[in-house]
């Protein structure tokens, strides 16, 4: 299975600061047709999981421009230009390259 | 709007047989082009891939589930479902059905259901 792991675990910001959540992958998670295999999710307290960022940068349908994916290969970066209330939750990346997807731990965003 | 509604029974006695069902509306189960699955969360820790089948039935299992967990689906109704057998309190956690893309993103969730395995 690969292994995803995430950093920080915590991430208490304060509103209107950017942030950054670090994902990585035990392989390389770049296929022969050159998209990285690799979503980021958000789990908001009592909520589903919702798409952010699918294939490394791409942004879900109806998500702000304030997030955005980046990385290639096994190191990959969520990022967050301007925090807002509503961004709380636990952040999961997940690898969808191969069976079984994996998650990565979760990292719990929280207002300061 | 596609929507994914669980529905299953919520408490379970250990060695019993999980049988979830997920209700979709807003898309075809036997004619889109995405696949459809489940994923599980135990109370407090990270998300699980169960599996996933296609519309050509081609099925796919968690190998650490495998042995356990079958999905099935019926057309008539628009709904797939979840059973997994000898259920322990390991297995406790909310299941939620999702659609996937051909990439292996899930789109769209269902709001889960809490699955609680206890004597």
């Known amino acids: 299975d690969i292994v995803m792991t995430q950093s920080p675990l915590s991430l208490p910001v304060t509103p209107g600061e950017p942030a950054s959540i670090s994902c990585r992958s035990g392989l390389s998670l770049l296929h022969t047709n050159g998209h990285n295999y690799l979503d980021w999710y958000l789990q908001r307290p009592g909520q589903s999981p919702q798409l952010l960022i699918y294939l490394g940068s791409n942004r879900a349908s109806g998500v702000p421009d304030r997030f955005s994916g980046s990385g290639s290969g096994a190191v990959f970066t969520l990022k967050i230009s301007r925090v807002e209330a509503e961004d709380v939750g636990v952040y999961y990346c997940m690898q969808s390259l191969q069976t079984p997807y994996t998650f990565g731990q979760g990292t719990k965003l929280e207002i300061k | 709007q596609l929507q994914l509604e669980e529905s299953g029974p919520g408490l379970m006695k250990p060695s019993e047989t999980l049988s979830l069902t997920c209700s979709v509306s807003g898309d075809s189960i036997s004619t889109s082009d995405y696949y459809w699955g489940w994923i599980r969360q135990p109370p407090g820790k990270e998300l699980e891939w169960v599996g996933s089948?296609?519309?050509?039935?081609?099925?796919f299992y968690n190998p650490s589930l495998e042995s356990r967990v079958t999905i099935s689906v019926d057309t008539s109704k628009n709904q797939f479902s979840l059973k997994v057998t000898s259920m322990t309190a390991a297995d406790t956690a909310v299941y939620y059905c999702?659609?996937?893309?051909?990439?292996?993103?899930?789109?769209?969730w269902g709001q889960g259901t809490l699955v609680t395995v206890s004597s």
């Open positions: 089948f296609y519309r050509s039935g081609a099925t």
């Open positions: 999702a659609r996937q893309d051909s990439y292996g993103y899930w789109d769209y």
